[in-house]
């Protein structure tokens, strides 16, 4: 030890008062050579502080705030540097005063001993409840850039078609042949029959000639961040928030933040917990929705059971006829739903939901939906799903109705999946887990994934063999996408 070192640590030693002061200076000495041939990466506890160092500035604050006992005479002296065990000491007597400290106060004192930690242990300065206010704050998120490519041959075909009835001449030609299918010359039918053909064929060469140009495919290049928040207010409550921002990488954007969660967990007792604010809320297995929920959702679990009931507000609602058949996404809804577990390798679950009306005064129903869903897990790595969905009401004398099954297998770092859909029109909401979801269609989604480092997934989904429900000529375009998503 250094003449130096033995000058500083003789004034802390001034500094200790009790009847125990030796027995603290030889601890304090017997640390300083413990800790001599420490690695150069930890903090030497006998090094200054600087006074343009956070920690000094902080110290400062504190005493101008009339709160430091940092010397014999009270006070601080903030004009020549400091060692780490001094500060120690100085925060280590702010902690005994912490319940006459103000928010702010408690804040700074809180950082302070995170960052003097090991002094103040030294110092025989117990910290655990500290260590515990400090660590209950924690941060987490994701980040994903995805490219998804989305085939326009349907569409392009259905804007031809559209156009070409449209036509001026075809639509005379069209009036002409019907014209004459009502009468008895069946050379005049034959006639007219060649004349709209003709004009069906000239309005689309005119068409083609017109968008031959036109784009095959459409591409979009999305990125999203999503930063995570959980801070423990205590054994009971947890605060929650997600801050997320997405935008298109080729377009640009103004990459507007949005708070997509902001909410309290409350868990007064085992197994139930109450989650209040701007929440998420998936019903069943997500294929009505499974998105942000504003409002109160209550969860009960007790062995293989899982019950829940939520009151709030679905955003993520779709589709202006929702608002046709009397509901808004700005009106309140109910839910319940219950899950168990069967055999450990089956899980079965149930679910209702509610939406209010948008017009109490019209003599209509408030819609309602109600679904059932099942997983099995067969045998190593390999699962099979389905859900159905079913609303309550009648939309042209039938119950629109959707369901889902499919298989995954999951085998080292891997896992591939495929899943048939059947949506009726009005069906549906918005806010599913589906990778993608056609009102009134049929089709097949496959997916994959795979770990290709710590934290780090590439993901693939492909739409394909879809088709209008109402109209089997009319298929739908396919639609592919494949995304890196990092965890952090």
Same mark, same amino acid.
């Given at each position: 030890?250094?003449? #130096? #070192?033995?000058?500083?640590? /003789?004034? %802390?030693?001034a500094n200790l008062k009790g009847e125990n002061l030796m027995k603290k200076i030889l601890a304090l000495a017997a640390v300083a050579a413990l800790t001599a041939g420490v690695s150069a990466y930890a903090a030497n506890p006998f090094s200054d502080v600087s006074t343009d160092h956070w920690a000094y500035q902080a110290v400062a604050d504190l005493s101008a705030q009339g709160v430091v006992e940092g010397y014999p005479n009270g006070t601080f002296q903030g004009e020549k540097h400091i060692t780490r065990y001094e500060v120690a000491q100085i925060v280590a007597r702010l902690l005994a005063q912490e319940s006459q400290l103000n928010a702010q106060q408690r804040a700074t004192v809180e950082k302070l001993a995170a960052e003097y930690a090991d002094e103040l242990n030294n110092l025989g300065v117990r910290v655990s409840n500290l260590e515990n206010k400090v660590g209950n704050v924690t941060w987490g998120g994701d980040a994903r850039v995805k490219f998804e490519r989305a085939s326009l041959k349907e569409a392009n075909k259905a804007a031809k078609e559209k156009a070409v009835a449209e036509n001026a001449q075809v639509k005379q030609a069209k009036q002409d042949l019907d014209t004459a299918n009502k009468g008895q010359d069946e050379q005049a039918k034959k006639d007219k029959k060649t004349a709209y053909d003709k004009a069906v064929k000239t309005a689309g060469d005119t068409y083609d000639a017109a968008h031959k140009d036109d784009a095959e495919h459409a591409d979009?290049?999305? /990125?999203? %961040?999503?930063?995570?928040?959980?801070?423990?207010?205590?054994?009971? &409550?947890?605060?929650?928030?997600?801050? !997320? =921002?997405?935008?298109?990488?080729?377009?640009?954007?103004d990459m507007a933040v949005e708070v997509e969660r902001l909410h309290a967990e409350y /868990?007064? /007792? #085992?197994? +139930?917990?109450?989650?209040l604010g701007r929440t998420d809320a998936t019903l069943g297995a997500g294929l009505l929705y499974d998105d942000t929920f504003d409002g109160v959702v209550a969860s009960y679990g007790i062995g293989q059971f899982n019950l829940q009931a939520g009151y709030g507000r679905y955003r993520e609602m779709k589709g202006a006829q929702y608002e046709v058949n009397n509901v808004k996404k700005d009106r309140e809804a109910i839910f319940v739903q219950g899950s168990t577990k069967i055999a450990d390798q089956v899980n079965i679950g149930a679910f209702y939901t509610r939406l209010e009306k948008l017009d109490a005064e019209k003599d209509q129903d408030a819609k309602a939906f109600y679904g059932v869903n099942a997983k099995a897990d067969l045998y190593k790595g390999l699962s099979v799903d389905g859900e159905y969905v079913r609303r309550d009401d009648k939309v042209a004398d039938e119950h629109p109705a959707m369901w889902t099954a499919g298989a995954a297998y999951e085998f080292g770092p891997a896992t591939l999946g495929v899943h048939y859909y059947d949506v009726d029109a009005n069906a549906y909401f918005g806010g599913s887990t589906a990778a993608y979801l056609y009102d009134n269609a049929k089709f097949w989604i !496959?997916?994959? #994934? &795979?770990? &290709?480092?710590?934290?780090? =997934?590439?993901? !693939?989904?492909?739409? +394909?063999?879809?088709e209008q429900k109402d109209d089997s000529s009319k298929d739908l375009d396919s639609v592919w996408n494949v995304s890196l998503n990092y965890v952090f």
């Open positions: 030890m250094t003449n #130096e #070192e033995t000058r500083k640590l /003789a004034n %802390i030693g979009a290049y999305l /990125a999203r %961040i999503r930063l995570n928040l959980k801070a423990q207010a205590n054994d009971k &409550v947890a605060v929650k928030a997600r801050l !997320a =921002t997405e935008f298109d990488l080729k377009d640009g954007g /868990a007064p /007792a #085992e197994g +139930f917990t109450l989650d !496959a997916s994959g #994934e &795979v770990a &290709v480092a710590k934290d780090v =997934t590439l993901k !693939a989904d492909y739409l +394909f063999k879809g």
